[in-house]
């Protein structure tokens, strides 16, 4: 009796935590799928009003060449007008000119409308695909973080300065609950977009399995991937220090595939990373969470991923919320922290 009790409990805990992923998953499906579909409509509508547009184009373009007539020859000729059943004056020919003239001008705006829409559009379709700036996924003003930050380090309010004698130990117990407390998985897949709203008349939508999360949606989920614990671990301890110390995120790739983690630079030509995904951080002699010199821990803990990622493995990528910069190579980004 009691192994059958215990047997069905089992299941029933499996089918709740199936059903809570199966509901997580359908939401980020439920937004791609919102997203796929506000862009067919915004194609559909370009696309009505392109025609509309070079309709009226070529009626603006007749009638401006029969008015500069007009104005050439005498202004009392009579200019034909076959849609009309008698022979307009010049001053009539010139209240349809202006006329046309405004209605013109008014469905350019409504284009240029359709056309900033669809880069707006773009534009956070490429930040969550990483191509565009990157400082907006770095949050430490967010309530939902500050909130989280203060109740894990017991920091009162933004107004009051960290303990010294805590930050590593606070720093650790932020690192600890994002790793156990946020779910590793893979990306769904996303919309990327065609260059331009013309292009996309004619171009097919292709999809990615690589898309990043703002760290607020990350806390709701509870689940993502590498960036999105290094997004949410950097807002939180940007947010810790009231933004008065530089936290960011260090982006590695390789021939394989690419890495995102936590990077704090110190003065002194030292650096401590973070790294839930691989349990890794920058620590002492004594094992304790701390900073090295920028040369040995950046190759230290590249090291670490040069197996998965590629030999080829280099820094490609850092930022935050103040700043956003490529890199050529490891090294260059070794000599920009050294001067920067």
């Known amino acids: 009796m009691r192994r059958s009790i215990l047997a069905f409990a089992a299941v029933a805990l499996v089918a709740c935590l199936g059903a809570v992923t199966f509901l997580s998953l359908s939401d980020v499906n439920s937004r791609n799928d919102g997203l796929n579909s506000d862009l067919t409509n915004l194609q559909e509508n370009y696309e009505s009003l392109q025609e509309r547009y070079y309709a009226l184009l070529g009626n603006y373009s007749s009638l401006q060449y029969e008015y500069q007539n007009i104005l050439l020859q005498n202004p009392y000729a009579l200019v034909p007008n076959p849609g009309a059943s008698s022979v307009p004056n010049t001053q009539q020919m010139l209240a349809r000119y202006q006329a046309l003239q405004q209605l013109y001008v008014n469905l350019l705006t409504e284009y240029n409308e359709y056309i900033e829409s669809y880069q707006r559009l773009k534009e956070v379709t490429d ?76 171009k097919e939508l292709s999809m990615t399995d690589q898309m990043a999360q703002l760290p607020n949606e990350t806390l709701a989920l509870q689940m993502g991937d590498c960036e999105d614990y290094a997004a ?52 002492d002699t004594l094992g304790n969470m701390g900073y090295n010199s920028i040369s040995s821990e950046i190759y230290n803990w590249m090291n670490i991923w040069r197996p998965s990622l590629g030999n080829d493995v280099h820094v490609y990528r850092v930022f935050s919320d103040y700043m956003d910069k490529f890199f050529n190579g490891t090294e260059e980004y070794i000599n920009w922290m050294y001067n920067r």
């Open 127 to 202: 930040q969550r695909l990483m191509q565009g700036e990157l400082k907006s996924l770095i949050t430490p003003d967010n309530p939902e973080i500050i909130s989280l930050t203060y109740q894990l380090t017991g920091k009162p309010d933004n107004k009051s300065a960290p303990d010294p004698d805590k930050y590593w130990e606070d720093i650790t117990t932020m690192y600890n609950w994002v790793k156990q407390n946020v779910k590793y998985r893979e990306d769904s897949l996303y919309p990327e977009l065609p260059s331009s709203l013309s292009e996309a008349s004619f």
């Open 232 to 283: 949410l671990l950097t807002s939180m301890i940007r947010a810790y220090f009231n933004k008065t110390y530089l936290v960011e995120c260090i982006w590695i790739t390789g021939a394989n595939a690419g890495h995102v983690a936590v990077v704090i630079p110190f003065q002194r030509e030292q650096i401590a990373i973070i790294d839930p995904i691989r349990n890794y951080y920058s620590h």
